[in-house]
């Protein structure tokens, strides 16, 4: 089964630490990213410590190495257990955030194939599989691949093996979590939980893919 990873896009400092409050004992992951951080500063990861729940910094982050280097140590120095990056900038760019994300002890996870419609554009094809290839290679602790196409995660699986994989999409993109729950190591839910009028009942109702865990 899978670990249950909450994308709270909320923008509102109050709104999301109550849902975060609600939601955090159903949850294993809380992943946020640009609406949020953008809305409320970097420092405010520090007020999710009173949940101790991990937290993902989803910035998919894409620029050359030194840059990238620069955003990792500020996100792991924020508090955040694991970075987001995007592979299409390259080996360099990719091992830049690893190597950051391995010194503070914390993950680096590459974006093998993005969740929407408008994904398979580019990051389809072989796109995708070149991608997940690059994340094992630079040591990466794994990807981001679509629960909304099961088929692609399956795959991206054969060329990563063991490595771990986030999936998101599941709620309001369409995505089944039950159709993906054996084939990954974390499906990612934002709006279905976020934007419920009990966070913590819509964070409840995915317990059937956290079974064991």
Same mark, same amino acid.
Request: aromatic content about 6%.
């Given at each position: 089964?899978?670990?249950?990873?909450?994308?709270?896009?909320?923008?509102?400092?109050?709104?999301?630490?109550? $849902?975060?409050?609600?939601?955090?004992?159903?949850? +294993?992951?809380?992943?946020?990213?640009?609406?949020?951080?953008?809305?409320?500063?970097?420092?405010?990861?520090?007020?999710? /410590?009173?949940?101790?729940?991990?937290?993902?910094?989803?910035?998919?982050?894409?620029?050359?190495?030194?840059?990238?280097?620069? $955003?990792?140590?500020?996100?792991? +120095?924020?508090?955040?257990?694991?970075?987001?990056?995007?592979?299409?900038?390259?080996?360099?760019?990719? /091992?830049?955030?690893?190597?950051?994300?391995?010194?503070?002890?914390?993950?680096?996870?590459?974006?093998? /194939?993005?969740?929407?419609?408008?994904?398979?554009?580019?990051?389809?094809?072989?796109?995708?599989?070149?991608?997940?290839?690059?994340?094992?290679?630079?040591?990466?602790?794994?990807? $981001?691949?679509?629960?909304?196409?099961?088929?692609?995660?399956?795959?991206?699986?054969?060329?990563?093996?063991?490595?771990?994989?986030?999936?998101?999409?599941?709620?309001?993109?369409?995505?089944?979590?039950?159709?993906?729950?054996? $084939?990954?190591?974390?499906?990612?839910?934002?709006?279905?939980?976020?934007?419920?009028? +009990?966070?913590?009942?819509?964070?409840?109702?995915?317990?059937?893919?956290?079974?064991?865990?």
């Amino acid at each position: 089964m899978a670990d249950l990873i909450l994308a709270l896009d909320a923008t509102e400092k109050k709104l999301a630490l109550k $849902i975060a409050r609600a939601a955090a004992p159903h949850l +294993d992951a809380i992943k946020l990213g640009y609406p949020l951080i953008l809305s409320c500063g970097l420092a405010f990861a520090a007020e999710f /410590e009173e949940f101790d729940v991990p937290l993902i910094a989803d910035f998919k982050v894409a620029d050359i190495p030194n840059t990238n280097r620069l $955003i990792a140590e500020q996100v792991f +120095d924020a508090g955040f257990a694991s970075i987001i990056c995007h592979g299409f900038c390259g080996k360099d760019s990719v /091992e830049a955030c690893v190597s950051v994300a391995e010194d503070y002890g914390g993950a680096c996870f590459v974006v093998a /194939e993005m969740s929407h419609p408008g994904a398979t554009a580019f990051f389809h094809g072989g796109a995708a599989e070149k991608i997940a290839e690059l994340a094992r290679e630079c040591g990466a602790d794994g990807i $981001i691949a679509p629960a909304t196409r099961p088929e692609r995660v399956k795959a991206l699986r054969k060329i990563v093996g063991t490595r771990k994989i986030l999936s998101p999409g599941v709620g309001a993109q369409g995505g089944d979590a039950a159709a993906v729950a054996e $084939i990954v190591d974390g499906i990612i839910v934002g709006r279905a939980i976020y934007e419920s009028d +009990d966070p913590a009942a819509a964070a409840r109702s995915f317990a059937h893919v956290r079974l064991g865990r």
